[in-house]
């Protein structure tokens, strides 16, 4: 076992604090107190680190009303070891000697296996606190856990550094391989540590086998899913390091969750973030880069591509000393766009998102609306509300009781002249699947519009409208709305396509979804299907009644069946009267 530092005065003094029975049912809660009790004063900022500590390596020095109630994993240890480096030079001997011996390689002997290419050295063991997995079906000594660590780390460090182009770890260059070290951690997926601040290497530790951790979709299991996805979550970390040092705070568990998805879409491990505190499940919440928020680069790279993230992370090599969402707003004007043009289109496409969480042990599928003022619901028009949304936030309003053959949707809003606010409207076919097309509404010069969803509503489920601030700095700004349902009465528009068209889809290749953009010269009945190379129709995205106009509907690659679809060739066909157009559609998978 590690060497321990008993602490028995702060201890004693600790489990004095909130001297309740009650335990912790997740990481969420145990920081949520923890940062509540800093900010009374019941702790300091390196008692508080000591805890996180504690939770992370050994929970039996938790006070008692700490100790969680299952596993409850922290997710990742890396933001310890960001803050243990902030307050180095203020902790006291004691507190710092406890955490470097939890950081510390276990003592005694242990042995060493190298990845295929020699990249990583990995030191790891067969019996006691730290054992791997013992299979050893190819009977050559090292386990095939070990040998499957090594295969991953082989591959990251491929598919990362020299298939996407971030920044190498000075790997076969100042230092022949990087180390990573397989150890029981008690409430952590894994950590990066530094090794040279001024070379920029880390190295990796990783959980030792991954058993009770929540559950994924990685079709070799739970254990690997979660090994895999920690693997390039931590590598990640390696490369921001190696660029720009750490010096985006929090931002920097956002990249690395987008980085798991990336690398291994078929976990799906970062759903078990979308829950709380994202903003799908949390819209009102302003957006702080944590794991939760890998949507926001998901995002990005879904419209523009991964090399937004890659130019970004370029960047922040030389602007380190930039606010982090105004090194996100340069690329976003890089690539053609604004903030608060990616502001309306990413908060529409989180609304449409829905989330997908765990209940029961198990996954369900479906739109889980977020409640309090980030939710209002309408079921009676016409309706009115008035509210506030935060900066980099928004709000949704969701209108039921909208099935009315023959009508539309009319929204009137206000918001305050000046301020960089977005609006946006998605109407939905069915509570479990978003089925459907969405609509960013412009707004004129004093964030005022009367507008009309050029959909009929004949069997639709749902209208939503996303209200989203853009400012990166300021206060909560207030607006208005109130919507009614009028006759579907949509002529043709000046400016807008005279004919029926696909405009395209992006991103294109894509995985696991893309939107596609298409446009009607006159309004009527529109069907948007989708079709393999072989001619057979696999989806039905779209049969509805539409106004002239743009219409934007998102494929998120399943079949009418809910399965996914093989990477390959598809087609969108759209259909209206006796017009057809169509589009090629590309799933890399």
Known sequence: MKARFLLGALVAMLLTIGVASAKVDSAEEFLAIVQQRVDSGELTAEEALLLKFHYAFDREQLPEDLQPTWLAPMKCGTPLIIELEALRGNLRGDILATIE?????????????????????????????????????????????????????????????????????????????????????????????????????????????????????????????????????????????????????????????????????????????????????????????????????????????????????????????????????????????????????????????????LEDQSYAEGFRYPTGSAQRTMTSYPSSYNSSVARLAANF?????????????????????????????????????????????????????????PYDLDGVYSVGFVVGNANKIGVNQSYSISVELVPFEVDVADGLTPQLTIAGNYPNPFNPSTNIKFALGTPGRAQLEIYDVSGRKVRTLLNATLGVGEHTVQWNGLGDDGHGMPSGTYFARLSSGDQISSHKLLLAR
């Not at 890659?310 to 766009?337: C, E, L």
């Not at 009137?412 to 409207?425: D, K, V």
Request: hydrophobic share 35%.
């Open 397 to 453: 309003i969701r209108c039921l009781n909208v099935n009315s053959p023959g009508y539309a949707a009319k929204v009137t809003f206000s918001a305050t002249a000046g301020e960089r606010i977005t609006l946006a409207a998605v109407v939905n076919h069915s509570y479990v699947e978003y089925t459907g097309a969405y609509y960013l509404i412009p707004l004129d010069s004093n964030n005022q519009v009367e507008f009309i969803v």
């Open 101 to 357: 011996g939890y950081l510390a390689p276990p003592e005694g002997s242990r042995a060493v296996y190298m990845s295929p290419l020699n990249n990583f050295r990995i030191t790891y063991e067969t019996s006691g606190q730290h054992a791997v997995p013992a299979g050893d079906a190819n009977s050559n000594g090292v386990p095939d856990w070990v040998e499957l660590m090594g295969e991953y780390f082989e591959y990251v460090f491929d598919f990362e550094c020299n298939q996407l182009g971030f920044q190498s770890p000075p790997i076969g260059a100042l230092y022949p391989y990087m180390s990573v070290s397989l150890e029981s951690l008690s409430g952590i997926y894994g950590y990066t540590q530094v090794v040279s601040s001024v070379n920029g290497m880390t190295r990796i530790v990783l959980h030792n086998n991954y058993v009770g951790f929540p559950p994924n979709d990685d079709p070799d299991g739970d254990q690997l899913g979660a090994a895999k996805v920690t693997i390039a979550h931590e590598f990640k970390h390696s490369t921001q390091y190696a660029g720009s040092r750490w010096s985006e705070g929090d931002w920097v568990e956002g990249d690395a969750v987008w980085m798991e998805e990336i690398a291994y879409p078929a976990a799906n491990d970062y759903l078990n973030y979308l829950s709380s505190g994202s903003p799908i499940s949390s819209p009102a919440t302003t957006l702080n880069g944590n794991y939760e928020d890998c949507v926001w680069q998901h995002y990005l790279s879904d419209t523009h591509g991964i090399p937004i993230i890659v130019d970004f992370w370029i960047w922040r090599k030389t602007h380190q000393g930039q606010g982090v969402i105004d090194s996100y707003d340069q690329m976003i004007i890089n690539y053609g766009a604004s903030l608060q043009s990616a502001w309306n289109e990413f908060t529409a496409w989180n609304f449409a998102s829905g989330v997908r969480w």
